[in-house]
């Protein structure tokens, strides 16, 4: 159950970054625009924040569930949070950014209780 949630949290805050890091999605996300410099700088850090989740996410649940189940199990929610992302950009774009702030957030605490019980 803690591995399903945590499996969650971390790839959308993955999904999220890597949405966010797109120079026209962030665009859209954010209320004021973003500037060329600013975008500069903010894009490799969210790309490797993304990746980094999506690692840690598929980590948990190998280990949790082991290579087969697991796997199938990583693959199953990337695709349903995939879709709740777009579904975010798409109709409430300003909503994404502390969504997945919340889930970057959230996500190191929950691995923490994962790993600890």
Known sequence: MLSSLTEW????????????????????????QIGNLNYRIWRPGQKWMGWSLLALSIA????ARGWGPGLVSF????????????????????????????????????TGFYVLF
């Open 9 to 32: 949290v971390l790839g959308f805050g993955g999904m999220g970054s890597l949405c966010l890091s797109m120079k026209s999605h962030a665009m859209k996300s954010h209320a004021r």
């Open 75 to 110: 693959f199953g929610m990337l695709s349903a949070v995939t879709l709740l992302v777009i579904a975010l950009i798409t109709y409430r774009p300003r909503w994404l950014v502390p969504a997945s702030l919340a889930c970057v957030a959230v996500g190191p605490i929950l």
């Open 60 to 63: 948990i649940v190998v280990s």
